[in-house]
Nanobody
Framework: QVQLVESGGGLVQAGGSLRLSCASS????????SGWFRQAPGKEREFVAA????????YYADSVTGRFTIARDNAKNTVFLQMNSLKPEDTAVYYC?????????????????WGQGTQVTVSS
């Protein structure tokens, strides 16, 4: 059973940066693809970024491309989401997720394990 714990959320002004971390335990982290999703108040949860296990290929939502970077440290069993040039519309609860899949990583239903989420608030 894989357990995921997010950290690094908080309040930041527009234009600022945050780095989210997702620590994994209970599984072979290096053999799981990881994804970040977010859910803003009143909206559905949406895909943000994903990284594929094995080759570290990455995917990004159009809304964050060029501003966010996903990376992983297998030695630390942790995946990161570096968020730069933050905008008020990035305000949401951010969730990390894990799957053994290496494809269709934009879809929430391929992810088996989910963290509890961390709040990111960007003020204007």
């Amino acid at each position: 059973q894989v357990q995921l714990v997010e950290s690094g959320g908080g309040l930041v002004q527009a234009g600022g940066s945050l780095r989210l971390s997702c620590a994994s335990s209970g599984g072979t982290f290096s053999r799981y693809s990881s994804g970040w999703f977010r859910q803003a108040p009143g909206k559905e949860r949406e895909f943000v970024a994903a990284i594929i296990w094995g080759d570290d290929g990455t995917y990004y939502a159009d809304s964050v491309t060029g501003r966010f970077t996903i990376a992983r440290d297998n030695a630390k069993n942790t995946v990161f989401l570096q968020m730069n040039s933050l905008k008020p519309e990035d305000t949401a609860v951010y969730y990390c997720a894990a799957t053994r899949n290496r494809m269709t990583l934009l879809k929430q239903d391929v992810y088996i394990y989910w963290g509890q989420g961390t709040q990111v608030t960007v003020s204007s």
